[in-house]
């Protein structure tokens, strides 16, 4: 059933009337501990959980960072005790291999219920490294080695027998590594995880649900059942490979000096350490027949909303909130259009949009932020010192980026952001560490190499404010516009008197800035002489996101969306998709929300602000930016300030409003609004990872920002079902917006505590930071204010993330959007793209088959 709706809603073309009336209930039984875990403990906080390994690995202990409460996400796998990877080069012997599993039983699945193999699609040792030839496959039979605990099951046609894979849908498939239901492009899997020279390591695990991997069907909810609070469980599995084979002989003895077999097979899976996931509920959890509220906005509140959604439905008023993922543009004009719902956005209407009469109301929603996330493992340079070297395939934590560095990864400027045959880019570094700009800022990258990557970042496609705001940040930076303007880098500047200096892109060649999207404007094309009319072009090589959410799961993948692998096989002749960078070689880059960014794991770059700090998007960060922001020109709502000189102040924090015209809400409509405002203010401030908190990513709302949203809430509720011409309660808070009136900067600089209780504000806390403080980077930055952003539409992008399935409706008719065109000043008719990402959208590239190689 999953997979049958995954491909129904890949191949929707036009934005539905999407209703889900599915009823779940009972509540899976918790499966207790796996009896072959020697030792398993509680570690740290949360649902955090640690396995000791027995036996020959008796002194490795590995730790999951969150076992409940998951969705498709990443968590952390960490271990010490176990014994250094042979060798720097190689996969030879002593590493982990991780896998996900399904499966009822009490003490762990079987090796037949493992999601594994689909990386050998990429060769022996997941294409970089010379692994044995079988280490990452499915594969029971290698040649002259034996198991002898192993029975096999019937070979193929061809010899060869394979450990089956048996779904959770009840298909049983025996021939081959990769099925139907994964492969190279969907496997979640791990085949190395490096111990290095102390015995600890680390990998970045995603967790799928049945969504991503329909095979497993983990967080999926049962037929008929009911008033269920928990998925299907699944499991973690970690084969530990030490230096003995499987017939007890020495790696070193067989010919190639590599552990050969599977960790299927029986001998190596008898060392197994198991850890129960616990999923939230895909299925439906709000109560049948409930009162339904549609909502709509940008993508920055997505992760917040469908994290709140649950706990929503299950409040006193048991109200459904469904939530479509829009451009701010559509939301804008949903917000006039005669109809307004409830809608998210980060700027308000433009006056001239607003028709006369209509008094929307702004309520501050979400505190967090736009960032350049990022997944990069170290990849030493051929002339690297040993100590360098040693450390190839550990991920890297620091990377500072000025908005000069930004400019050249958005204007395809890098050659291998662009083509290394593009003369547009010919004389250019190949990418950002080749930089030695870049490399000023950042002296860690000095001896490492990251050929073919680095060279841009995964942006995505739709229309947004977020996106302006980043425009606006590089546009007010003086080194940033020098070079949009075309100048040079200066000979000696970073160093190197040698250095011939590096332009931009001609193609974009004084950029009016601010933007509100990220083109690609190279028109570069490569030929080849085999394929003469099929030209490999930048969208092809470079293409975008969906949205925010899919940049950042691919980033988190080594996924560059690429499509650059020629293949004469299909009809027509096309190219098919890149698969993922091998894991220890993966260097993504993507511009996404810091929510997203932390639901993927990935580690967000540090910007530098106009004070010419390096500042990350942490709760200091955003605080500090909220409270630098400046009026908007409409009473209450504030916009971002860039230039503002708080050294703590993270330049591209964003702060997201609710908006509504109480008066065109039925009374009841109001009310349920309001709940939802409350809710956000009050219980939804409370960071955490169970249903209805605030999820990691966010700043939790100061004190007296929740003050205005609860404000805001009366005034809807009050305000909701009057006519538009009475006055009511409510007014003394302006016609134009709930709250003070103030700029924000100086009320929200006040601080506020982050903890709250019920629905309404409480406690004290301090914003962060200070105008005081002093600089840390080389460089101070200045500029004049550039022109504000131009208004544009695009078409909406609907996004339920997966685990809120049950609690999402979709009811965005295409004949609204085209009544929402008249509402506007000027023409707007959105270009219809529905994606529904987070467990939808976001899925496209689980569909994708494996593929080879990209020139």
């Known amino acids: 059933m999953i997979a049958a709706l995954h491909r129904f809603l890949r191949t929707t073309s036009a934005v539905a009337f999407v209703l889900l009336a599915l009823i779940v209930?009972?509540?899976?039984?918790?499966?207790?501990?796996?009896?072959?875990?020697?030792?398993?403990?509680?570690?740290?906080?949360?649902?955090?959980?640690?396995?000791?390994?027995?036996?020959?690995?008796?002194?490795?202990?590995?730790?999951?960072?969150?076992?409940?409460?998951?969705?498709n996400q990443v968590v952390k796998i960490s271990w010490k005790g176990g014994a250094p990877t042979v060798s720097d080069t190689t996969y030879a012997a002593n590493y982990l291999q991780v896998m996900q599993c399904w499966g009822d039983k009490a003490g762990g699945p079987d090796p037949e219920q493992c999601q594994f193999g689909g990386s050998s699609a990429l060769g022996a040792g997941a294409g970089s490294q010379a692994?044995?030839?079988?280490?990452?496959?499915?594969?029971?039979?290698?040649?002259?080695?034996?198991?002898?605990?192993?029975?096999?099951?019937?070979?193929?046609?061809?010899?060869?027998?394979y450990v089956p894979f048996r779904s959770a849908t009840g298909d049983v498939i025996t021939k081959g590594n990769w099925n139907e239901f994964y492969d190279v492009n969907t496997t979640n899997e791990a085949p190395y995880a490096r111990s290095g020279p102390d015995g600890r390591g680390e990998v970045y695990f995603e967790a799928q649900t049945a969504l991503e991997a329909?095979?497993?069907?983990?967080?999926?909810?049962?037929?008929?059942?009911?008033?269920?609070?928990?998925?299907?469980?699944?499991?973690?599995?970690?084969?530990?490979?030490?230096?003995?084979?499987?017939?007890?002989?020495?790696?070193?003895?067989?010919?190639?000096?590599?552990?050969?077999?599977?960790?299927?097979?029986?001998?190596?899976?008898?060392?197994?350490?198991?850890?129960?996931?616990?999923?939230?509920p895909m299925g439906r959890f709000c109560p049948l027949g409930a009162d339904e509220r549609s909502t709509l906005g940008d993508e920055i509140v997505a992760e917040a909303i469908a994290r709140w959604q649950p706990a929503l439905c299950q409040s006193a008023s048991r109200t459904i909130y469904g939530y479509a993922q829009v451009t701010d543009d559509t939301a804008r004009a949903k917000l006039v259009s005669g109809r307004p719902g409830l809608v998210f956005l980060g700027r308000p209407a433009a006056g001239g949009q607003v028709p006369a009469g209509l008094r929307p109301v702004y309520a501050p929603l979400a505190l967090s932020g736009l960032t350049i996330g990022f997944f990069v493992e170290s990849q030493a340079g051929?002339?690297?010192?040993?100590?360098?070297?040693?450390?190839?395939?550990?991920?890297?934590?620091?990377?500072?980026?000025?908005?000069?560095?930004?400019?050249?990864?958005?204007?395809?400027?890098?050659?291998?952001?662009?083509?290394?045959?593009?003369?547009?880019?010919?004389?250019?570094?190949?990418?950002?560490?080749?930089?030695?700009?870049?490399?000023?800022?950042?002296?860690?990258?000095?001896?490492?190499d990251f050929g073919g990557s680095l060279g841009d970042a995964l942006v995505p496609e739709a229309l947004s404010d977020a996106a302006g705001q980043l425009w606006n940040w590089v546009a007010k930076d003086p080194a940033a516009r020098e070079f949009l303007s075309g100048t040079a880098d200066n000979k000696g500047r970073y160093g190197d008197a040698a250095f011939s200096g590096m332009r931009i892109n001609p193609h974009y060649k004084n950029l009016k800035l601010p933007l509100n999207d990220f083109p690609k404007s190279d028109p570069y094309c490569q030929q080849f002489e085999d394929h003469q009319d099929h030209p490999l072009c930048i969208q092809d090589k470079h293409p975008y996101a969906s949205d925010m959410h899919a940049a950042a799961r691919a980033a988190a993948r080594g996924d560059t969306l690429a499509r650059a692998s020629w293949d004469n096989t299909t009809t027509p002749p096309g190219y098919k998709k890149n698969p993922p960078q091998p894991m220890g070689r993966r260097a993504v880059l993507a511009v996404t929300d810091t929510a997203t960014a932390s639901r993927y794991g990935l580690v967000t770059a540090k910007l530098q602000n106009a004070a010419g700090r390096f500042v990350g998007p942490d709760t200091v960060g955003l605080l500090a930016g909220q409270a630098a922001m400046k009026p908007s020109g409409?009473?209450?709502?504030?916009?971002?300030?860039?230039?503002?000189?708080?050294?703590?102040?993270?330049?591209?924090?964003?702060?997201?409003?609710?908006?509504?015209?109480?008066?065109?809400?039925?009374?009841?409509?109001?009310?349920?609004?309001?709940a939802l405002l409350k809710y956000a203010a009050g219980n939804g401030q409370r960071p955490g990872v169970a249903a209805g908190t605030l999820p990691e990513g966010y700043a939790p709302l100061p004190k007296t920002v929740r003050a205005q949203t609860l404000a805001a809430a009366d005034a809807i509720a009050s305000r909701a079902g009057t006519p538009p011409s009475t006055p009511g309660p409510g007014d003394d808070l302006g016609s134009s917006t709930a709250g003070s009136g103030s700029s924000g900067g100086g009320a929200a600089g006040s601080g506020g505590d982050a903890s709250t209780g019920g629905g309404s504000p409480g406690g004290q806390s301090s914003a962060a930071g200070g105008a005081g403080s002093s600089p840390s980077a080389t460089t101070t930055p200045s500029g004049s204010p550039s022109a504000a952003a131009a208004a544009a539409s695009d078409g909406p992008i609907l996004r339920t993330p997966a685990w809120a399935l049950g609690a999402v409706r979709y009811a965005l008719l295409i004949a609204l959007i085209v009544g929402l065109a008249a509402a506007v000043s000027g023409p707007l008719l959105p270009r219809v793209v529905p994606r529904l990402s987070a467990g939808l959208s976001a899925r496209r590239a689980g569909a994708k088959k494996p593929g080879g190689e990209g020139r």
């Open 634 to 674: 409409v009473p209450g709502v504030v916009s971002p300030n860039p230039a503002t000189t708080d050294s703590d102040a993270y330049p591209l924090t964003l702060l997201s409003y609710a908006a509504t015209v109480p008066e065109q809400l039925t009374k009841k409509e109001g009310q349920d609004y309001a």
């Open 131 to 161: 692994a044995g030839a079988y280490t990452n496959t499915r594969q029971l039979t290698y040649g002259a080695l034996k198991d002898p605990d192993q029975q096999l099951v019937p070979a193929t046609g061809s010899g060869i027998s």
């Open 25 to 71: 209930a009972v509540v899976l039984a918790t499966a207790p501990g796996p009896a072959d875990a020697a030792d398993r403990s509680s570690s740290g906080a949360g649902s955090a959980v640690t396995v000791s390994g027995r036996g020959p690995y008796a002194d490795l202990k590995v730790t999951v960072s969150q076992t409940r409460n998951l969705v």
């Open 214 to 280: 329909p095979g497993m069907g983990c967080g999926e909810v049962p037929a008929g059942a009911s008033n269920t609070t928990a998925g299907r469980p699944c499991w973690l599995v970690i084969v530990p490979r030490g230096e003995s084979e499987v017939d007890g002989g020495s790696y070193r003895s067989q010919p190639s000096g590599l552990l050969q077999s599977s960790p299927l097979t029986a001998s190596n899976w008898k060392h197994r350490l198991v850890v129960p996931l616990r999923f939230e």
């Open 382 to 448: 051929f002339n690297a010192p040993d100590a360098v070297k040693a450390r190839d395939g550990a991920r890297l934590t620091g990377l500072n980026l000025t908005p000069r560095l930004v400019a050249k990864l958005l204007t395809e400027s890098y050659q291998d952001g662009n083509s290394r045959f593009a003369p547009s880019t010919a004389d250019n570094p190949f990418n950002l560490v080749r930089d030695l700009e870049f490399r000023k800022f950042n002296p860690a990258y000095k001896d490492l």
